[in-house]
């Protein structure tokens, strides 16, 4: 294949793995973009390979991360999809090498492309596990394979049913034999019910049902990223819309929640800062004796030597602060900024990012419903729910249920709050699950196990999410499968490697 058209073939793969996700949710574009890749990398040198693997990766990062620019400006957006191509072009290189002879190689493919999504979930600084191929599954058929190998086994099918497809495609336009249409049909064949066996694994939602409302304040006049122009309006939203829930339960045109959640950073006042502390308290405790339930919300508060932490705090009725949790898992440039001197240069929005004291317990949580109930809730604040041992130390903690309290405000009219929601979706599958996504702008909802969205809101509006959610103990298969995924993959490319090696 000439050097152009193996470009071009890498680019319009970068735009279908672009397009295979929220907003546009074409999840069987995916396997297009994998395919597309082994197609430009097969028999192609590794300069070539590199160079096509960074030219998907633009093509399908520098559109879908247009939200990181809102308030920062060009200068970040750019810089983050720029670095994250250097993985698909970490990638391209490695299929070059593993397709040497210009056979397109399926499942070690599909392996490198494993490695590929774990080395950008874990590094830099963290890493960003944005944008894996399993999150763009959520309303595919094969969503029910995360319930047996996780998010990252979901990928590895993707990333094989694409191979497999393109492998046909290579028989069929280059290698012709007399045996070549069996050959390719098979594949095909293959690939078809690698597609669509999932749909027969069983996704249970049977559970006690816990009756909750999640609170989307949106924001008041004059908010800004970083503050709102009127200390304690944010808050403001949430006393009033939970005082309302509470009247609207005394009239008897609303069910009494068992639990009332709100976003993180719904209360934008400390609850436990010496100066406000003890009025903000009275404050939200005032709703929450109104509605009689306990109140989870997020807030910022910080520590003895004034770093900010931020946390979820449970508010017992006639009781206060009973438990909190404090964010373990901080977002890179959000929520603490490395390399700050050089970043500076590129945005002037830098400064006003504080570096942020992280938490070093896992975000279960046992609240008291009264009456001899309890809950075991699973915390996962923000972009926590996209890290794979985050959640997964929340169900294997005991986690009935998980929650998703997050601010998208920063992210404006993008795709990014859809492309949160569709993450928790595939959660709740992978280990079969509640969720409850709740967002101060949205878009939120309530998940049942299978995957299904409740009570969806739409962005920037305010809006009460009321609904009962099961609450199930049973673990599936990916709790103990996930974790292996990962070196399975890393044996199967180093035999490809040493396969190769030996030819």
């Known amino acids: 294949m000439l050097l152009p058209l193996r470009l071009l073939t890498a680019t319009l793969g970068g735009v279908a793995l672009w397009l295979a996700f929220p907003g546009y949710d074409l999840w069987w574009l995916a396997p297009v973009g994998c395919g597309a890749l082994a197609v430009a990398c097969a028999g192609a040198s590794l300069r070539t390979g590199f160079a096509a693997g960074l030219l998907l990766g633009l093509t399908w990062y520098a559109p879908m991360f247009t939200w990181a620019g809102t308030y920062a400006g060009a200068a970040p957006w750019l810089g983050m999809s720029a670095v994250s191509a250097l993985y698909p072009a970490a990638l391209g290189l490695l299929l070059a090498f593993l397709q040497r002879g210009g056979a397109i190689r399926p499942v070690v493919g599909a392996a490198a492309w494993v490695l590929m999504e774990y080395a950008r979930a874990v590094t830099p600084f963290g890493g960003f596990p944005w944008a894996r191929l399993g999150f763009s599954q959520a309303d595919s058929p094969m969503l029910a394979a995360a319930s047996l190998v996780a998010v990252t086994g979901l990928g590895f099918l993707v990333a094989l049913v694409g191979g497999l497809l393109a492998r046909a495609a290579q028989l069929v336009l280059w290698h012709g034999t007399h045996r070549t249409p069996a050959r390719a049909g098979l594949m095909v064949l293959t690939a078809l019910a690698l597609t669509f066996a999932p749909l027969l694994v069983p996704r249970p939602t049977e559970g006690e049902d816990l009756a909750v409302a999640a609170v989307q304040g949106d924001l008041p006049p004059g908010f800004t990223r970083t503050l709102s122009a009127d200390r304690g309006a944010m808050?403001?939203?949430?006393?009033?819309?939970?005082?309302?829930?509470?009247?609207?339960?005394?009239?008897?045109?609303?069910?009494?929640?068992?639990?009332?959640?709100?976003?993180?950073?719904?209360?934008?006042?400390?609850?436990?800062?010496?100066?406000?502390?003890?009025?903000?308290?009275?404050?939200?405790?005032?709703?929450?004796?109104?509605?009689?339930?306990?109140?989870?919300?997020?807030?910022?508060?910080?520590?003895?030597?004034?770093?900010?932490?931020?946390?979820?705090?449970?508010?017992?009725?006639?009781?206060?602060?009973?438990?909190?949790?404090?964010?373990?898992?901080?977002?890179?440039?959000?929520?603490?900024?490395?390399?700050?001197?050089l970043v500076r240069h590129l945005s002037p929005w830098v400064d006003r990012i504080t570096d942020f004291e992280a938490g070093d317990e896992p975000g279960t949580m046992a609240v008291d419903l009264g009456e001899g109930?309890?809950?075991?809730?699973?915390?996962?604040?923000?972009?926590?729910?996209?890290?794979?041992?985050?959640?997964?130390?929340?169900?294997?903690?005991?986690?009935?249920?998980?929650?998703?309290?997050?601010?998208?405000?920063?992210?404006?009219?993008?795709?990014?709050?859809?492309?949160?929601?569709?993450?928790?979706?595939?959660?709740?599958?992978?280990?079969?699950?509640?969720?409850?996504?709740?967002?101060?702008?949205?878009?939120?909802?309530?998940?049942?196990?299978?995957?299904?969205?409740?009570?969806?809101?739409?962005?920037?509006?305010?809006?009460?999410?009321?609904?009962?959610?099961?609450?199930?103990?049973?673990?599936?298969?990916?709790?103990?499968?996930?974790?292996?995924?990962?070196?399975?993959?890393?044996?199967?490319?180093?035999?490809?490697?040493?396969?190769?090696?030996?030819?």
């Open 235 to 341: 808050l403001q939203r949430y006393t009033d819309m939970t005082d309302d829930l509470a009247e609207r339960v005394r009239a008897g045109t609303s069910p009494a929640p068992d639990l009332v959640l709100w976003p993180e950073g719904a209360s934008d006042l400390d609850p436990v800062a010496e100066s406000t502390g003890v009025a903000t308290t009275e404050r939200i405790m005032a709703s929450v004796d109104a509605v009689d339930a306990p109140v989870l919300l997020g807030a910022t508060s910080r520590s003895a030597d004034g770093a900010p932490r931020n946390m979820v705090f449970e508010m017992q009725p006639g009781v206060g602060i009973e438990d909190t949790y404090q964010k373990v898992y901080l977002a890179p440039f959000g929520e603490e900024m490395p390399l700050r001197p």
């Open 373 to 503: 109930r309890q809950v075991d809730l699973g915390l996962g604040i923000c972009f926590e729910v996209v890290v794979d041992p985050a959640v997964r130390d929340l169900v294997t903690g005991g986690a009935e249920l998980i929650v998703v309290p997050t601010s998208n405000a920063w992210f404006g009219e993008g795709d990014q709050s859809v492309q949160h929601l569709a993450a928790s979706r595939v959660r709740a599958v992978e280990y079969g699950r509640s969720v409850v996504h709740i967002s101060n702008v949205g878009v939120s909802g309530l998940i049942s196990p299978d995957g299904t969205v409740h009570e969806r809101t739409g962005l920037f509006t305010r809006a009460m999410l009321e609904g009962e959610v099961p609450l199930r103990t049973e673990l599936t298969p990916a709790v103990s499968t996930g974790p292996w995924v990962v070196p399975a993959a890393l044996v199967l490319v180093v035999l490809g490697m040493l396969r190769r090696r030996t030819r």
